[in-house]
C-alpha cells in the first residue's frame, strides 16, 4: 500500500507540470491533445519494443482499452480548453470535481451503495467550486469546460481501475496512447471545421514542449497511476488528485504571475478543496490501520 501511495503521488507533482504545459504550448486544444497521445504513443511502443514487453492483445481487449483511452482523450481536450478559456488555477481547480464525480458514478456503475462519507467529503470540494464560479464571473466558460473536464476523467478512472486489474500497467498505457490517438486522429478533420486553425503543424518551440508533455506526463505519469489503481481505489486516486492545483497553482504563479489574477474566493475554494484531501486521507490511513489490526489478530 505504501509504494502504491508513493507511485500516486509522483504521478501527482508530474501532473502538475500539464496545465503549464497546456498554457506554453500555443496549439489549439484539440491539436495539443492529439499531439500528445500520438508522441506518447510512438515513444511507448518504442519503449517497450526495445524492451521486448510489448504485449499482443487480442481486438477485442484493444476496444475494452482503446474506448478507456478516448474518454482520456476527451477529458484532456475539454480540461485544457479550460485552462485557454480561463487560466491554469482555474482549470486546475475545477479538476478537484473528480471525486464528487467518482462518489456518485462509480457506485452506479459498479452496482454497490454509495458511501455517504465520500459524498460529503466530495461536496466540500464542490462548495469550493461554487465560491470561485459564483464571484470569478469571467472564467465562467473555462469553468464549464473545467467541469466536464472532471466529469469525464472520473468516468475515465472507473473503466481504468476495472481495467487495472486485468491487464499489466505498461499494456494498458500503450493500447490507450495508440487507441486515443487514432479516435481523436479520425475526429480531428470535423473538430477543425468548428474551430480552424491557420497551420496543423507544431513549432520547433511547441514540439520540444509535446515531447517532454508526453514523455514525463503522460507515459510515466499514466504507468505509475494505472500501477497504484491495483491497490488503491479509483474514489482515492481521484481525490488525492486534488493536490494537482496546488502544485500546478504554484508553477503557474512561479512561471506566470497568476497571483495577480486570483481572487479571495478563490484561495477560500481551493482551501475547501484541500480540506477536502485531507479528511478524506486520514480517512484512508485510518481504515487500513483498522484493517491490519483485524487482520492481526
Known amino acids: 500500500m505504501r509504494k502504491a501511495f508513493i507511485q500516486l503521488h509522483i504521478a501527482i507533482i508530474l501532473a502538475g507540470f500539464t496545465g503549464v504545459f497546456g498554457k506554453l504550448i500555443t496549439l489549439n486544444e484539440g491539436l495539443l491533445v492529439w499531439y500528445r497521445m500520438l508522441i506518447s504513443s510512438v515513444l511507448l511502443l518504442l519503449i517497450l519494443g526495445s524492451a521486448k514487453r510489448l504485449e499482443t492483445i487480442s481486438g477485442r481487449d484493444f476496444r475494452k482499452i482503446a474506448f478507456a483511452g478516448f474518454l482520456l482523450g476527451i477529458h484532456w481536450i475539454f480540461f485544457y480548453g479550460s485552462i485557454k478559456y480561463s487560466n491554469i488555477s482555474v482549470g486546475v481547480v475545477c479538476f478537484s470535481l473528480n471525486g464528487f464525480f467518482t462518489a456518485i458514478l462509480a457506485p452506479l456503475i459498479n452496482k454497490k451503495k454509495i458511501a455517504v462519507s465520500e459524498l460529503l467529503l466530495s461536496c466540500l470540494t464542490l462548495l469550493g467550486i461554487v465560491l470561485i464560479f459564483s464571484f470569478d464571473s469571467k472564467y465562467r466558460v473555462g469553468i464549464v469546460l473545467g467541469v466536464i473536464s472532471s466529469l469525464l476523467a472520473a468516468l475515465y478512472t472507473i473503466v481504468n481501475e476495472r481495467l487495472a486489474h486485468s491487464y499489466k500497467s505498461e499494456t494498458i498505457t500503450v493500447y490507450q496512447m495508440t487507441g486515443g490517438a487514432a479516435a481523436i486522429g479520425l475526429l480531428m478533420p470535423i473538430y477543425l471545421h468548428f474551430f480552424p486553425v491557420e497551420t496543423l503543424i507544431p513549432s520547433m518551440m511547441d514540439f520540444g514542449y509535446l ?49 495577480r489574477e486570483l481572487t479571495a474566493p478563490f484561495y477560500i475554494g481551493l482551501g475547501l478543496i484541500i480540506l477536502s484531501l485531507a479528511l478524506q486521507m486520514i480517512k484512508v490511513f485510518a481504515e487500513n490501520k483498522k484493517a491490519k489490526v483485524l487482520a492481526n489478530r
Open 211 to 259: 515531447t517532454m508533455l508526453s514523455l514525463f506526463c503522460t507515459v510515466l505519469l499514466y504507468l505509475l497511476l494505472t500501477q497504484a489503481l491495483r491497490k488503491i481505489s479509483a474514489f482515492t486516486v481521484n481525490l488525492s488528485f486534488n493536490l494537482e492545483p496546488v502544485y500546478t497553482i504554484a508553477l503557474a504563479i512561479i512561471f506566470f504571475k497568476e497571483n
